[in-house]
């Protein structure tokens, strides 16, 4: 089984231009030959910013979903936390729906974006509207609490986004019943090669 991970401790768990270039190549050489693969995902999404652009970002993203999108192999979705945005979807193969499964792990968000950026921009013209700035912050914080509330794993997965929050000690059961279900898996994959990319 081969596995793809966010790591927090390098620029949040974002996934940036080599990072997506990295994983889009992984996920050929698991296509190639037929290895299943695990995705452990806790992603704020993808890097932004002019810096992040001028490593041709988009690019190299878009290298990722194509990656995920021929493969032949199953992937099993494990949310450890953050899932947020297209860096999310990436993870997950394309959408929490085209995994074999997606659980979470009890400690899992999930958003658009991160959800202060969120708050910040989508209710701007309400906060601006506040004057005093002990009442604004309280509102803001009061928006935050409500959106962190709104994408807690146990509400995604009641809206049927992903099929099942579990306890992370289970996490080992899930990917051998996965392993089990998945049938065979043909080597040589959506593409047959890896590219010298």
């Not at 099993?76 to 945005?85: D, N, P, Q, S």
């Not at 009061?142 to 579990?166: C, P, S, W």
Request: glycine share 14%; proline share 4%; net charge neutral.
């Amino acid at each position: 089984m081969g596995c793809i991970a966010n790591n927090p401790a390098e620029l949040g768990g974002a996934i940036d231009a080599a990072g997506a270039g990295k994983a889009a190549r992984f996920i050929q050489l698991c296509d190639t030959f037929g290895i299943p693969i695990l995705s452990l995902c806790d992603t704020p999404g993808f890097m932004v910013g002019p810096e992040a652009e001028k490593t041709g970002l988009v690019r190299h993203t878009s290298r990722l979903f194509t990656a995920m999108a021929k493969k032949k192999v199953p992937i099993f979705t494990v949310i450890l936390r953050k899932a947020y945005g297209l860096g999310s979807m990436a993870m997950a193969g394309g959408g929490m729906h085209e995994s074999l499964f997606s659980v979470s792990w009890p400690t899992g968000e999930f958003g658009g974006m991160g959800l202060e950026g969120a708050v910040r921009l989508g209710f701007r013209k309400e906060l601006e509207a506040i004057e005093d700035p002990e009442k604004r912050e309280a509102l803001y914080q009061q928006m935050v609490a409500k959106a962190y509330q709104h994408g807690r794993a146990i509400n995604t997965a009641a809206f049927l986004e992903i099929d099942e929050v579990i306890d992370p000690q289970h996490t080992r059961t899930w990917i051998m019943n996965g392993l089990l279900s998945m049938g065979k898996v043909e080597k040589g994959g959506g593409r047959g090669f890896v590219d010298t990319f």
